[in-house]
């Protein structure tokens, strides 16, 4: 098993090749949030357009079937009941009006699902947590003067 950068696992690796391996996660952890939000905003815009669609085909149904619809089922109900044939019009318009306001209910269902998604919002908040972590981060507090140091960074590398 080996880092990213190549060497062993376990094995000292010198602040270059940490820094290199942090870099290169970093990088990857950006390029993931990135994708991330750009699934969650696919989703939002695909019940939006649903949404849309299904408000469409309400108005649709309401406008261009409703003098078709009401002849046949208007006479239609006359046929059947031989009631007045104003009250069957009325009752065929009113079978068209509820077909419709069934398709409005699914597009406010679907509009209020993509109005609650807080999927962009929750991305930022997660960057964001990620950026504040990596400013909070502070270097090993070494007790070894700064001399030492660079010549067991020398000795590691090599």
Same mark, same amino acid.
């Given at each position: 098993?080996?880092? #990213?950068?190549?060497? /062993?696992?376990?094995?000292?690796?010198?602040? *270059? =090749?940490? $820094?290199?391996?942090?870099?290169?996660?970093?990088?990857? @952890?950006?390029?993931?949030?990135?994708?991330?939000?750009?699934? =969650?905003?696919? &989703?939002?815009?695909?019940?939006?357009?649903?949404?849309? *669609?299904? !408000?469409? +085909?309400?108005?649709?149904?309401?406008? $261009?079937?409703? #003098?078709?619809?009401? !002849?046949?089922?208007?006479?239609?109900?006359?046929?059947?009941?031989?009631?007045?044939?104003?009250?069957?019009? @009325?009752?065929?318009?009113?079978?068209?009006? @509820?077909?419709?306001?069934?398709?409005?209910?699914? *597009?406010? $269902? !679907?509009?209020?699902?993509? %109005? %609650?998604?807080?999927? /962009? =919002?929750? +991305?930022?908040?997660?960057?964001?947590?990620?950026?504040?972590?990596? =400013?909070?981060? %502070? /270097?090993? /507090?070494?007790?070894?003067? +700064?001399?030492?140091?660079?010549?067991?960074?020398? &000795?590691?590398?090599?």
């Amino acid at each position: 098993m080996s880092a #990213p950068d190549g060497s /062993p696992v376990g094995a000292e690796r010198s602040i *270059g =090749q940490l $820094f290199a391996s942090a870099t290169t996660e970093m990088s990857a @952890l950006v390029h993931d949030e990135i994708a991330l939000a750009k699934a =969650q905003l696919k &989703r939002d815009v695909k019940r939006g357009a649903t949404s849309g *669609g299904a !408000f469409s +085909v309400a108005a649709a149904v309401l406008i $261009f079937s409703l #003098p078709m619809l009401n !002849f046949a089922l208007a006479y239609g109900i006359r046929t059947w009941s031989n009631w007045n044939l104003a009250i069957c019009f @009325l009752l065929s318009f009113a079978a068209n009006v @509820l077909v419709a306001a069934v398709l409005a209910l699914i *597009g406010v $269902f !679907f509009a209020k699902k993509a %109005k %609650k998604s807080q999927g /962009p =919002q929750k +991305v930022a908040a997660s960057m964001k947590e990620s950026a504040s972590v990596l =400013q909070n981060a %502070k /270097p090993h /507090p070494r007790a070894e003067r +700064v001399d030492d140091a660079v010549e067991a960074v020398a &000795r590691s590398s090599s």
